[in-house]
């Protein structure tokens, strides 16, 4: 048996607890039935998490992929430590979203919006790659059968959708707008005040209710330090950069650019 609470007693936030809990409950069917199995689509920190406690699980060999090179949405597939990776089968796919825009284009919250509109959880998408009036959307076969015969607009605009290979995928950078500006400190709810255009009142109560992660993991204080490269992500707002922080202006505020996206 596999001692999942020792393994798991690091992890404070609860979400993330019971999914490296399920992990390893698939890490034990596969020592017990020595059949191949895979999890959900995880984000980098979440990852981490996982594989922190299934190295150290004897017998046991995993794969972590997201069917692209850099992929930041990636599924974790385990397996006995007899077999060889060659004999693992990728259940993962790719569809390409195509529609005829005008000009206009995808952006990444429409194609996913589109997607969770169909009733398909955000634990089975992985990478979206959206611009130039396509996109690509990573997943399980099932999930993908799943979509090309039921999502038949984005937005307004009536798409396609057909399997490709991954080498087939077109990368665009996710649109974005750069923010210009100062900040009294580096405290998460400053940045994110600039960032999202919201108040630090109104955000303290929204940080305190686990609405935000700081690169991926969970962030319930509105005084957490942040610095320059983190990723910021806020449930029902979206993610930014933290792209640079400058030097002090006269009045002691940090000049920083965030990188929004949208």
């Known amino acids: ?24 409950d698939k890490a034990e069917s596969v020592l017990k039935n020595y059949i191949p199995r895979y999890t959900d689509f995880f984000d980098p920190y979440q990852i981490s998490l996982c594989t922190h406690a299934l190295h150290r699980i004897a017998g046991l060999k995993y794969i972590v992929t997201g069917g692209r090179e850099g992929a930041e949405r990636q599924i974790i597939m385990l397996y006995p430590e007899f077999m060889e990776d060659m004999e693992i089968e990728n259940p993962l796919r790719v569809l390409k979203l195509e529609g005829k825009l005008g000009g206009d284009s995808f952006t990444h919250r429409d194609v996913l919006g589109a997607i969770l509109g169909l009733g398909i959880k955000r634990e089975k998408i992985g990478d979206i790659i959206a611009g130039n009036g396509r996109a690509y959307v990573v997943s399980f076969k099932e999930i993908c059968d799943f979509i090309q015969w039921n999502l038949e607009k984005i937005s307004r605009y009536k ?13 665009h950078e996710e649109s974005y707008k750069l923010i210009e500006s ?8 400053a940045v994110i005040g600039v960032g999202f255009g919201e108040s630090r009142s109104s955000l303290s109560k929204l940080i305190n209710n686990d609405r935000v992660k700081v690169n991926w993991k969970p962030i319930n204080n509105p005084a957490h330090p942040v610095q320059e490269g983190d990723v910021i992500s806020f449930k029902g707002k979206g993610r930014m950069i933290l792209l640079q922080v400058g030097n002090k202006t006269k009045k002691d505020r940090y000049q920083v650019i965030i990188k929004r996206m949208i």
């Open 1 to 24: 048996m596999i001692d999942k609470e020792g393994l798991t007693r690091h992890i404070v936030n609860l979400d993330d607890k019971i999914m490296a809990i399920r992990t390893l």
């Open 159 to 171: 798409v396609t959708a057909n399997f490709v290979d991954f080498c087939d995928i077109e990368e």
């Open 182 to 189: 100062t900040v009294p400190s580096l405290r998460l709810d």
